[in-house]
């Protein structure tokens, strides 16, 4: 195809769909492209199925281990600093966000202890 001087034509990257980490039982079972939408998927809604979620042993274990970490900080870390991590809890997020807070937090704090490190 010609193409006006200047101006130019990128490709189009296709886009791609959200992967869902597991389909619900029901999707599961009839091999259709779940959402993950909670508490009911939007083909489970759409059936008028029941829409339940099991949990693999190896998500559970992860969650665990993240869980354990989290004690683990709130432990070690002043009281102030464990308050606040016990109100993003409160607040319902996600414990991948609240321990990638707490670690950019330490992170920030080891920057500032550092001689020489002039970094604005």
Do not use: W
Not at 17 to 36: E, G, I, L, W
Not at 53 to 78: D, G, H, I
């Amino acid at each position: 195809l010609p193409t006006v001087a200047g101006s130019r034509r990128t490709p189009k990257r296709p886009i791609k769909r959200t992967r869902v980490s597991s389909a619900c039982n029901s999707c599961r079972a009839r091999k259709t492209k779940c959402n993950n939408e909670q508490p009911q998927c939007s083909e489970c809604v759409k059936r008028d199925t029941t829409c339940t979620y099991t949990e693999s042993e190896a998500c559970v274990a992860n969650f665990e281990r993240q869980l354990e970490k989290v004690f683990e900080l709130m432990r070690s870390m002043p009281e102030q600093d464990a308050l606040e991590v016990f109100r993003r809890v409160r607040m319902n997020d996600k414990i991948e966000d609240i321990l990638a807070h707490v670690k950019e937090g330490d992170l920030l704090v080891q920057l500032s202890l550092v001689p020489g490190s002039n970094r604005r």
